[in-house]
């Protein structure tokens, strides 16, 4: 490699680096190894003090994977097989198909809180309590969680977290839950329940975000096919760009 692109690359991977180190404030485990971000407690945000939704800290979690896979470094390599750990926690198998929630199952929106007088025990003075949130993970969001998934089952050297068996059950969220097939054009839904309301029409184009577990499916492909818009939106978001690249590769 010619020495002025190395020196660009060195750069681009230590501003990575640099970029997550920010967050390390934010940075927690639980005491069976889940990784996670969360919001601090002062922050004047709605959950401040909770973690934040499954989909926001996988975000994280890509990078992580990613700079644990070409530096080496340990503490990326940890924290990613901490946030796989959070998520492979999170999906409940049943006959083969995995659901997992859009709030981490283990965190604070999850079950809820009372108010108790005490910001310490309520989480801050924004959000001093809230319900219970269990919501199934929406197929707009899930696209992060599949990216993540996928990037870190095929990441070499890093600790086995997902089996075959798990992704082919996420797998199967697709082509069992997440797509509507009962007595009319196949449709995705809004989220990865298997019972949730059908989606909206620019949801339909999310389809392409399951495509890279046609590995563990050959029925994905399919059902992109026939679900994805012969004219998708315009990409109005980054979300339409990545499923169009998708569709393209």
């Not at 601090?40 to 989909?55: H, I, K, M, Q, R």
């Not at 809230?130 to 089952?153: G, M, N, Q, S, W």
């Not at 059908?198 to 096919?225: H, I, M, N």
């Not at 315009?234 to 499923?243: A, Q």
Request: with cysteine; net charge positive.
């Amino acid at each position: 490699m010619p020495a002025s692109v190395r020196r660009r690359v060195d750069g681009y991977l230590d501003a990575a680096d640099r970029a997550l180190r920010v967050h390390d404030e934010q940075w927690g485990t639980t005491d069976d190894g889940r990784g996670f971000y969360r919001w601090l407690p002062d922050e004047p945000v709605s959950f401040a003090g909770a973690e934040l939704p499954t989909n926001e800290f996988l975000a994280m979690g890509r990078t992580a994977v990613q700079l644990a896979v070409v530096t080496g470094d340990a503490r990326w390599r940890e924290r990613a097989a901490a946030m796989a750990r959070a998520l492979h926690g999170d999906l409940a198998v049943t006959d083969g198909v995995a659901v997992w929630p859009y709030w981490p199952g283990f965190g604070r929106v999850y079950h809820g809180w009372q108010a108790t007088g005490s910001p310490k025990t309520d989480g801050s003075d924004v959000r001093p309590s809230y319900r219970a949130v269990t919501v199934p993970e929406d197929v707009t969001h899930a696209l992060i969680d599949l990216d993540f998934l996928c990037l870190y089952h095929g990441a070499p050297g890093l600790p086995e977290v997902f089996t075959r068996a798990g992704v082919r059950a996420v797998a199967d969220t697709f082509t069992r839950n997440a797509v509507e097939r009962r007595g009319r054009a196949p449709r995705l839904r809004h989220d990865v329940g298997g019972k949730g309301r059908r989606g909206t029409d620019r949801e339909q184009a999310y389809a392409a975000a399951w495509l890279p577990l046609r590995r563990w499916s050959r029925e994905v492909p399919r059902l992109v096919r026939v679900v994805q818009p012969s004219a998708p939106p315009l990409p109005l978001m980054g979300v339409d760009t990545y499923c169009a690249a998708l569709l393209a590769s």
